[in-house]
């Protein structure tokens, strides 16, 4: 963004002796500017360009409010499906990313996940469909944590009557509590479809 145009004024330090000369420049912006060769260089490299000032003033301004997404349930939403899969120091993260579960490429960024997802509508949160699965389009939806609920990779399952589902609601299937059954399979040392199938003969 700056062309040289001339010589600058230069900076005279009485204290330690030293001349410090500069080089006028013209910005894009139309000002003009003196400013060391050094100083420059140093702009450049860091971020990729070199103004008077009118560059950085602009990343401040725009920086943050380029969705007005903020703080919103969706947002939080993304910040959280990206801290389970990152975040070592996480709880959560063993079930995530501990067991290799990311997001993908086009997610790292919230505008395109809000363009695929939509908002999160209200008492919904956001689910994998295949908990071995990663956070992409196609595996991801907005569900009710009822739902969610039913999905997590720590249910049990059973098949009653030809029918797989998980173990709470087999047991609600045959009219008898879950905590009546989890008990009665730890004195017996059963699994949950031996148990399952033992009362649903004593029906």
């Known amino acids: 963004m700056l062309v040289v145009i001339g010589d600058g004024d230069p900076i005279i330090r009485p204290d330690r002796q030293q001349i410090v000369y500069r080089w006028r420049f013209k910005c894009d912006c139309g000002n003009e500017t003196d400013a060391r060769p050094g100083d420059v260089k140093r702009s450049i490299q860091r971020f990729g360009t070199a103004s008077c000032g009118c560059y950085r003033v602009s990343l401040n301004a725009n920086r943050g409010v380029t969705h007005g997404k903020h703080a919103t349930k969706t947002w939080r939403a993304w910040k959280a499906m990206k801290s389970r899969c990152t975040d070592t120091g996480r709880p959560q993260w063993k079930d995530y990313g501990g067991r290799g579960i990311t997001f993908c490429d086009r997610w790292k960024s919230f505008e395109p996940f809000l363009e695929d997802m939509g908002e999160c509508p209200p008492g919904m949160t956001l689910d994998r469909i295949d908990n071995n699965g990663n956070y992409e389009p196609g ?65």
């Open 139 to 203: 595996n991801c939806r907005w569900t009710t944590p009822q739902i969610q609920h039913r999905n997590r990779r720590s249910n049990a399952w059973v098949v009653l009557d030809g029918e797989r589902m998980i173990f709470t609601d087999a047991c609600k299937a045959i009219g008898r509590k879950a905590s009546t059954l989890s008990v009665a399979m730890l004195r017996r040392g059963l699994t949950h479809q031996e148990v399952i199938d033992l009362y649903r003969r004593h029906q």
